[in-house]
């Protein structure tokens, strides 16, 4: 069985500097790692993943996610916040669940605040 | 990545009815999952629904309450039967394209009264 942590709740920064949300995971094979975002009253985008290779995954909108397996972490990072970005983001872990099944579990979100 | 459109994208329903939701895909896919959102959460998986045989339900979800039907490898239906407040939610569709990537559809808004 697989679990997801995301730190915080809700985040808020100032437009224009380092967004970064944090994401912890727990899985006893190797993950699948993803994160999404929901912007207000829309479904989920897919921001970024990571499956194999290269541990720091660049997505969409300049946001990027680094593994680290030692850590098992996901954290999400952006250089310089925009307003655009106001969101709710879900961190989420997609891992063989036996009977050629792999299951995706997402972790509680965290809603970013971007102040002007 | 695969394109899904949801049918309604939101409805107000009175307690005791039942409402049917339907997930399009732009594309042939095998496995297609139903999701739950309630007010401020996360997502909960309902369902996996296989083209061919019955859904898959998770712990907490039964036939019954979430019937789920899957007639081709492009299109399902969720219903949710007999609703009450407690079944107001966002209901998403999503299924799995290439590299275990999972997509969504935009949703279904439930709001029971």
């Known amino acids: 069985a697989q679990s997801v942590t995301q730190l915080g709740s809700h985040v808020s920064v100032s437009e224009g500097a380092l967004v970064l949300l944090r994401c912890n995971y727990s899985?006893?094979?190797?993950?699948?790692l993803f994160w999404y975002v929901q912007y207000p009253n829309q479904g989920l985008q897919l921001l970024l993943k990571?499956?194999?290779?290269?541990?720091l995954v660049k997505g969409i909108n300049g946001f990027e996610a680094e593994f680290k397996k030692s850590e098992t972490s996901f954290h999400l990072t952006k250089p310089s916040a925009h307003m655009s970005d106001a969101a709710e983001y879900f961190c989420a872990v997609k891992a063989y669940s036996g009977a050629g099944s792999y299951q995706l579990t997402f972790g509680k979100g965290t809603k970013l605040s971007v102040i002007p | 990545s695969a394109v899904i459109s949801q049918k309604p994208s939101r409805d107000i329903c009175q307690r005791g009815t039942s409402l049917t939701i339907q997930c399009q895909v732009d594309?042939?896919?095998?496995?297609m999952f139903w999701y739950r959102q309630q007010p401020g959460q996360s997502l909960t998986l309902i369902a996996t629904a296989n083209q061919g045989s019955e859904a898959t339900y998770e712990s907490g979800f039964v036939i019954d309450k979430f019937p789920i039907s899957r007639p081709n490898l492009t299109f399902s239906t969720l219903t949710v039967s007999n609703m009450s407040p407690e079944d107001s939610s966002i209901y998403l569709c999503s299924v799995v394209g290439t590299t275990y990537e999972q997509y969504f559809g935009p949703g279904t808004r439930l709001t029971v009264t």
């Open positions: 990571y499956t194999t290779g290269a541990t």
């Open positions: 594309s042939q896919v095998t496995m």
């Open positions: 899985s006893s094979v190797p993950p699948y």
